[in-house]
C-alpha cells in the first residue's frame, strides 16, 4: 500500500485507451469502503464516461480542463442530510481511497475539488449538479479523472519531517 501511495501523482494527460468496467466497479469499492463518521456514508459516486458530457464537466471548473480527456471522471458527491456536519470529511476519504487504488491498478488520476466556500464554488456544484442531473439537496465534492497516464509521472515524495511534532509544537 504504502508504494501506490509513494507512486500516487496528480495525471492531467490521459490516453484514449477505455478503462475497463472491472477496473471502475474496483475504483467504487475502494470508495464505498472509506471510514465515515457516525458510519452515515453520506456519498454518492456516479460514473461518467459519455464524452459530451466530461468536456461539459471540464468546463465547470479553470483547472478540470483534462476531465474531457480522460475517459472516465468520478463525481463524488454527498446527501448532507446523512451527515451534515463531516460529509467533506467523509466524500474526501473516498477520493483518496479511489486515487491509491487506481494507482495501484497502473491508473491515473487528478482530484478536481469542486464544493467551494464562496459563491464562486456553489456555482461550481450548480454547474456539475446540471451536467449530471443531481437533485438539488445534494452537495457536489469533487470530480476524479481517471484513465491510462500519457505520461510518466512525478510523485511529489513526501513533504518535509519538519511537519511531524512530537505530544506538544
Request: charged letters at 20%.
Given at each position: 500500500m504504502l508504494e501506490a501511495i509513494a507512486k500516487r501523482f496528480s495525471c492531467r494527460s490521459?490516453?484514449?485507451?477505455?478503462?475497463?468496467?472491472?477496473?471502475?466497479?474496483?475504483?467504487?469499492h475502494a470508495a464505498l469502503c472509506a471510514?465515515?463518521?457516525?458510519?452515515?456514508r453520506p456519498w454518492h459516486l456516479l460514473v461518467v464516461r459519455d464524452p459530451e458530457k466530461r468536456r461539459?464537466?471540464?468546463?465547470?471548473?479553470?483547472?478540470?480542463?483534462?476531465?474531457?480527456e480522460s475517459p472516465v471522471v468520478i463525481v463524488v458527491a454527498a446527501d448532507p442530510s446523512r451527515?451534515?456536519?463531516?460529509?467533506?470529511?467523509?466524500?474526501?476519504?473516498?477520493?483518496?481511497?479511489?486515487?491509491?487504488?487506481a494507482t495501484a491498478m497502473g491508473l491515473g488520476t487528478c482530484w478536481v475539488g469542486v464544493r467551494g466556500s464562496d459563491e464562486r464554488g456553489y456555482e461550481r456544484e450548480e454547474k456539475v449538479r446540471e451536467v449530471c442531473a443531481i437533485p438539488p439537496n445534494i452537495r457536489v465534492a469533487a470530480l476524479?479523472?481517471?484513465?491510462?497516464p500519457a505520461v510518466e509521472g512525478q510523485p511529489k515524495g513526501p513533504a518535509p519531517l519538519e511537519a511531524i511534532h512530537g505530544e506538544t509544537w
Open positions: 490521459f490516453k484514449p485507451d477505455p478503462v475497463p468496467d472491472e477496473a471502475v466497479q474496483e475504483l467504487l471510514p465515515s463518521a457516525h458510519n452515515a461539459a464537466l471540464a468546463r465547470v471548473h479553470k483547472w478540470a480542463g483534462f476531465c474531457a451527515s451534515d456536519h463531516w460529509w467533506i470529511e467523509d466524500c474526501s476519504a473516498a477520493v483518496e481511497n479511489i486515487l491509491i487504488q476524479v479523472a481517471v484513465g491510462y
